[in-house]
């Protein structure tokens, strides 16, 4: 076992792929003599060379392109876009070429790419860097859409998105690079894209991901003392949905409420209580809530943060209404 935050976690990961691998790379902005903005590449290029750490021009287009001819040529590149809201400027390589290259040449070529990107806000980043963009990711067929809520997850679906032969956008919660560490086992780890029950319970079903997690186990604990028990299921994958897990939740419960730091309008939260509408509707006992994400910009500074980003308090007045009706 070993002690690692989030971070440490992703890093590891990385440097284990590319000790397997002589087909995994790492590219982009300052991840190599810096270490990466959040020292997630810290020592990789020493460890590996200048050759398979690579540093890149500040162009997130042209980083992405390159990936993509990396990976339709043999090679496994893991991207990094210092922040989730820059791969804005390379949504034509992502949404034309990474996500439909498979489908265009008719299974003649892989795209086995990750683009990482610390993601979401909790951190004092503002309107231009704490952006929650995983339901435009989700949208667009062709991509595989990670949201890790721990270290153990961040380090083995890292694992297996540099694994696997489609393109995985990779969203890191920056809030919870330097957290508490956990202890996450090197060896053996949760494999597959699927969900998991983070708490069971039998009143209502949570149904979260990425830092949302975290913030639902809390709230979720406290509830306990007033009698209210909630099932926590985290997603960790947008896309594949598992709608598996959360049908069997949602039938034990009858009731789900929907938590993400995504924009509520619009966002995934939409999606996962539609497919419960229609496919689990007989086994519901009250009107499906969703908590998300004012459509605002997020504002700099925590207390205007708060009024944007979903808290324990709202949270918490959700799930007590979702209990009593």
């Not at 590319?18 to 590219?27: C, K, S, W």
């Not at 435009?136 to 997850?153: E, M, T, W």
Request: proline letters at 5%; one cysteine or more.
């Amino acid at each position: 076992m070993a002690q690692l935050k989030f971070a440490e976690a992703v890093r590891a990961a990385m440097a284990a792929e590319l000790a397997a691998d002589d087909r995994v790379i790492v590219m982009g902005e300052e991840v190599g003599k810096l270490g990466g903005v959040f020292t997630t590449t810290v020592g990789l290029r020493d460890r590996f060379g200048a050759d398979r750490v690579l540093d890149t021009p500040i162009s997130e287009n042209a980083v992405v392109g390159w990936g993509i001819g990396a990976a339709v040529e043999g090679l496994r590149p893991v991207v990094e876009v210092m922040f989730s809201d820059f791969s804005l400027l390379a949504m034509d390589q992502i949404v034309n070429l990474a996500a439909k290259l498979h489908y265009m040449s008719n299974g003649q070529f892989n795209v086995p790419m990750v683009i990482r990107m610390p993601s979401g806000g909790g951190t004092n980043h503002g309107p231009q860097h704490s952006q929650s963009l995983e339901s435009l990711f989700a949208h667009i067929p062709g991509l595989i859409v990670a949201l890790p809520s721990n270290a153990i997850d961040a380090y083995w679906m890292l694992r297996d998105s540099i694994r696997c032969d489609d393109p995985v956008i990779f969203l890191e919660s920056k809030y919870l690079y330097f957290r508490n560490s956990e202890e996450v086992d090197l060896e053996h780890g949760p494999h597959g894209f699927f969900a998991r029950v983070a708490k069971a319970g039998n009143d209502l079903t949570v149904v979260t991901a990425g830092r949302m997690v975290q913030r639902c186990l809390e709230v979720a604990s406290d509830l306990e003392a007033e009698g209210i028990s909630c099932e926590v299921v985290d997603l960790r994958y947008i896309w594949p949905l598992d709608t598996t897990t959360i049908a069997e939740s949602v039938s034990k419960t009858g009731r789900l409420v929907v938590v993400h730091e995504a924009v509520e309008f619009c966002g995934w939260g939409g999606e996962v209580a539609a497919w419960v509408a229609e496919h689990v509707f007989m086994d519901l006992d009250a009107p499906i809530a969703r908590v998300g994400a004012a459509r605002v910009p997020i504002p700099f500074g925590a207390p205007l943060e708060d009024e944007v980003i979903p808290t324990a308090d709202r949270i918490a007045v959700s799930l007590r209404a979702m209990a009593r009706y």
